[in-house]
């Protein structure tokens, strides 16, 4: 990732750092965050920063089909920025991905690029899905509870920072939701973390299945 002088404690909080001991609002719009989001981002540059990337989330971001890394193509581009500046915050804990992002990406403009640059990218419907039972349920829990912010077809919502699920990995997903079940991700949608605490991980599994599962393209 292209490196610029500036670096992340100059914009007001280390990536190491943490909310814990502050007050926390969800996706409160300051700091890094809203000078990416305010960043034109250039889909070149974009590319030429995320070939550090890809050695966890592989090329053209299509992630890995066992969960360890999301897939990041055609994500929108205000979530993207989202949880990489919440990561380098100290919101978002994922340790794997922190000394990445602390080293090599260390401006809002090298963000604002690789958010733009991922979210140009295609998603394809090879991504990993699960073992196809409890479909039926998983479908009606879905329009029940996660429709309002995902979308009818899993595509989320970039004005409301709502990430699109269709075509992101099962298991990836399944892990991630329990995370923010068990409050062990850090900066969950307070609305998701009450409307999922009660799911148990039978349910959660067939729901990341279904998920997977949601057709790409709205049919004709």
């Given at each position: 990732?292209?490196?610029?002088?500036?670096?992340?404690?100059?914009?007001?909080?280390?990536?190491?750092?943490?909310?814990?001991?502050?007050?926390?609002?969800?996706?409160?719009?300051?700091?890094?965050?809203?000078?990416?989001?305010?960043?034109?981002?250039?889909?070149?540059?974009?590319?030429?920063?995320?070939?550090?990337?890809?050695?966890?989330?592989?090329?053209?971001?299509?992630?890995?089909?066992?969960?360890?890394?999301?897939?990041?193509?055609?994500?929108?581009?205000?979530?993207?920025?989202?949880?990489?500046?919440?990561?380098?915050?100290g919101r978002r804990r994922n340790e794997t991905m922190l000394p990445f992002i602390d080293r090599h990406v260390v401006s809002p403009q090298d963000i604002a690029d690789i958010a733009v640059y991922l979210s140009e990218l295609p998603v394809t419907p090879d991504n990993g899905k699960g073992p196809g039972r409890d479909l039926v349920e998983a479908e009606q829990?879905?329009?029940?509870?996660?429709?309002?912010?995902?979308?009818?077809?899993?595509?989320?919502?970039?004005?409301?920072?709502?990430?699109?699920?269709?075509?992101?990995?099962?298991?990836?997903?399944?892990?991630?939701?329990?995370?923010?079940?068990?409050?062990?991700?850090?900066?969950?949608?307070?609305?998701?973390?009450?409307?999922?605490?009660?799911?148990?991980?039978?349910?959660?599994?067939?729901?990341?299945?279904?998920?997977?599962?949601?057709?790409?393209?709205?049919?004709?």
């Amino acid at each position: 990732m292209v490196a610029v002088a500036l670096h992340a404690s100059a914009w007001g909080q280390s990536p190491g750092s943490s909310d814990a001991d502050s007050d926390y609002t969800w996706n409160a719009m300051q700091g890094e965050k809203l000078q990416a989001l305010a960043a034109k981002g250039d889909a070149t540059r974009g590319e030429i920063s995320f070939e550090i990337c890809q050695g966890c989330h592989r090329k053209n971001a299509l992630g890995r089909p066992d969960g360890s890394y999301p897939r990041l193509a055609g994500q929108h581009r205000s979530v993207l920025i989202k949880q990489m500046t919440d990561v380098r915050a100290g919101r978002r804990r994922n340790e794997t991905m922190l000394p990445f992002i602390d080293r090599h990406v260390v401006s809002p403009q090298d963000i604002a690029d690789i958010a733009v640059y991922l979210s140009e990218l295609p998603v394809t419907p090879d991504n990993g899905k699960g073992p196809g039972r409890d479909l039926v349920e998983a479908e009606q829990l879905y329009r029940f509870q996660c429709v309002e912010c995902h979308g009818e077809q899993g595509e989320g919502d970039a004005a409301q920072f709502y990430p699109r699920v269709n075509g992101q990995h099962y298991r990836y997903l399944r892990r991630e939701m329990i995370a923010i079940r068990d409050g062990a991700r850090g900066n969950a949608n307070p609305k998701m973390v009450e409307i999922i605490k009660p799911l148990s991980d039978t349910q959660i599994a067939a729901l990341a299945d279904y998920m997977s599962r949601i057709p790409l393209l709205k049919p004709r």
